[in-house]
């Protein structure tokens, strides 16, 4: 599986460049086989409370959210991810992280080029945005 994480203040040298400066980076868990990647893939990364991926430094800006994989739908290139929970951010940096890091372990799980994340029904960035 395919899990991603931060490397805050990298600017894109690890991976995607997203947010504050920040790069997203692949990390690889055991080769594993499941019926549904995207579940298998979401429910590890959800899972995952700790703030740093081992001594990697990399980051999980995950780690204070309390959300649950409920279910996916892959419609052409784009794969719908639905959560449950609440998302916690740490502010403004921190949003892009989250989103990002949801969206890039759905696409890589479900081979699309896209990904929307809906939490309780809404958009992550609705949900992040500033009330």
């Known amino acids: 599986m395919t899990l991603f994480y931060v490397a805050v203040g990298d600017a894109g040298q690890s991976g995607p460049e997203i947010g504050c400066g920040d790069s997203l980076v692949a ?3 055991g080769p594993e ?3 549904n ?5 979401m ?3 959800l899972a995952d409370d700790n703030e ?3 001594g990697s430094g ?3 800006a995950l780690a204070a959210s309390d959300l649950e994989y409920v279910t996916s739908l ?19 940096c921190d949003d892009p992280r989250i989103i990002e890091q949801l969206k890039y372990t759905a696409m890589t799980a479900a081979g699309t080029g896209e990904a929307e994340i809906l939490v309780e029904g809404e958009k ?6 500033p009330k």
């Not at 990647?37 to 893939?41: D, G, K």
């Not at 992550?124 to 945005?129: F, M, N, R």
């Open 124 to 129: 992550i960035e609705e949900v992040l945005s």
């Open 37 to 41: 990647q995207v579940e298998a893939s």
């Open 33 to 35: 086989e499941f019926t």
């Open 43 to 45: 429910a590890a990364l």
């Open 58 to 60: 990399l980051r999980n």
């Open 74 to 92: 892959v419609d052409g290139d784009v794969v719908t991810v639905e959560l449950e929970g609440t998302v916690s951010s740490g502010g403004t």
């Open 27 to 29: 990390t690889q868990t």
């Open 52 to 54: 740093e991926l081992g």
